[in-house]
């Protein structure tokens, strides 16, 4: 053995923080979230204008801007699941996290439970997206608990996490599916009305299909472009409305000229067939002028407004916030036939009782039907949105009903399946009607499911309410009312 004595080492001078890795992708991901969370902005909003500066600024490719998307999208989605994990493994409750750490948090939190990224990739990229956006003291913080995350895979943690399927299912799906607890009752009651809670496949696969990203559905409107036009690069004919056309995976609608030049746009099915209902819908007598109370953004009007020119009718598009009824305006732009937009509230409304043939009020709602295209939106939610939307959901309608003619139709709409903003209001208006000056004229129910021929599961009538799962369209409601009173 040498027992001399070893030289020591000379010490190294102190090296300077090695400044983190630039990460485009993982930094455009957390300013679309941080813009989500601060300003209450949705990411379909927010994430185009980002991509594209990216892909100017930081040369970001098709495959970088769909792993930004995914990342996004995904840590949305899951975001409720995602925060019971995060609170199981940080040493601290979640409401004492920042919200800039819990976002970073989350986003890696998605990439090893929801990708296919290795998990040292996925803890190391994190961890260094921390560094660079909250500095070195976090960044452990992150490194810490994302290292814990990774000892199980998602599956594991559900069964961890969640409480057993039989003993309290509402909470079982709620954490399994990424839903707020009495968003998925919510939705149970819809599909099954008086709580049965016998289905637990059908409840299962809506909120699959709740997660699943959505096709982006094209409508050509009539007079304007043909279906066919817009069948280019391996697209799909839609699967109800014969406006429809649906795009494979990374199809860019701004590359078909039919949508640059507005004669073609990007719309659900769901929304195409309850503006194509209303136009189904029986009538006697005159049929030239018609309404579209709740107008903004413009989809279904632009498609009314095509569909009235092929009858020779009109359209008044109305919008009350100004900004929207522009949007609606600029969308309407080139229409043929006789169409006009206006800001006016149809709760007082500028225009005479009985002025109407046809009207659509597509009511603002809690967007419960929509949540494959705004997942935030489910964690914004509360159950008392619901009470916040109802005077309004039933004073459009009244004012619907009084707007039409008698032997006019109404279609009443919302994208949501929640019973109190769809059939419950209807019912309420139609039993109040005639009981005071404040209250509907009379109108009775017309069976909405003729007007959509070839839809399959469309319930037992005389309303319908359309399904992702079974549909693949978001859940739009629809009701056909005719007013019945002969006195104006």
Not at 39 to 56: E, F, G, K, S
Not at 114 to 121: D, E, L
Not at 200 to 205: L, S
Not at 420 to 434: F, Y
Request: charged residues 25%; hydrophobic residues 40%.
């Amino acid at each position: 053995m040498n027992d001399r004595p070893r030289p020591a080492r000379s010490r190294r001078p102190d090296r300077p923080p090695r400044r983190p890795r630039r990460d485009p992708v993982r930094l455009l991901a957390f300013e679309a979230l941080r813009a989500v969370d601060e300003r209450d902005a949705y990411a379909n909003l927010v994430l185009p204008p980002l991509l594209a500066r990216a892909r100017r600024s930081e040369g970001l490719d098709d495959r970088d801007a769909a792993l930004a998307t995914e990342l996004v999208y995904g840590t949305l989605r899951r975001q409720g699941t995602y925060d019971a994990v995060i609170g199981a493994c940080a040493d601290r409750p979640l409401r004492g996290i920042d919200p800039p750490v819990l976002d970073v948090l989350s986003l890696g939190a998605h990439q090893l439970l929801g990708t296919r990224i290795p998990r040292h990739a996925a803890v190391s990229s994190t961890v260094e997206l921390a560094r660079m956006v909250l500095g070195e003291g976090p960044a452990k913080f992150v490194n810490a608990v994302l290292r814990r995350i990774s000892a199980r895979d998602l599956e594991e943690w559900i069964d961890h996490l969640a409480p057993p399927a039989d003993r309290d299912p509402e909470e079982y799906l709620a954490l399994r599916h990424a839903h707020p607890r009495w968003v998925v009752s919510a939705l149970w009651d819809a599909l099954e009305p008086g709580g049965r809670r016998t289905d637990r496949e059908g409840i299962e696969a809506l909120l699959i299909a709740d997660n699943e990203r959505p096709e982006v559905t094209l409508v050509a409107r009539p007079g304007r472009s043909e279906p066919e036009e817009l069948l280019v690069g391996g697209a799909l004919p839609g699967r109800w409305s014969p406006h429809a056309v649906r795009l494979v995976e990374g199809g860019d609608p701004g590359a078909l000229p039919a949508v640059r030049e507005g004669r073609a746009g990007v719309q659900d099915e769901g929304s195409q067939l309850v503006a194509a209902a209303l136009v189904a819908a029986p009538l006697e007598g005159p049929d030239t002028r018609w309404l579209d109370g709740c107008a903004g953004p413009g989809g279904k009007a632009a498609l009314l407004a095509a569909l009235a020119a092929g009858r020779g009718a009109g359209l008044l598009a109305v919008e009350r916030r100004p900004h929207r009824a522009r949007l609606v305006a600029g969308v309407l732009e080139g229409a043929p036939g006789v169409q006009l937009t206006v800001a006016a509230d149809t709760t007082r409304p500028a225009w005479r009782p009985a002025s109407f043939d046809r009207v659509l009020v597509d009511v603002p709602c809690t967007g419960l039907g929509a949540l494959r295209r705004r997942p935030e939106a489910r964690w914004r939610r509360r159950p008392e949105d619901l009470e916040r939307f109802a005077p309004l959901q039933r004073a459009l309608l009244r004012e619907a009903l009084w707007a039409v003619r008698p032997g006019g139709v109404v279609a009443y709409a919302t994208c949501s399946p929640h019973p109190a903003e769809t059939r419950a209001v209807v019912e309420d208006v139609l039993a109040e009607a005639g009981t005071g000056p404040a209250a509907a004229p009379a109108a009775e129910w017309i069976d909405a499911r003729p007007t959509m021929p070839g839809v399959p599961h469309l319930g037992a009538g005389p309303d319908v309410q359309l399904w992702p799962h079974l549909h693949g369209t978001d859940a739009m409601y629809l009701a056909l009312l005719r007013r019945a009173d002969r006195a104006l």
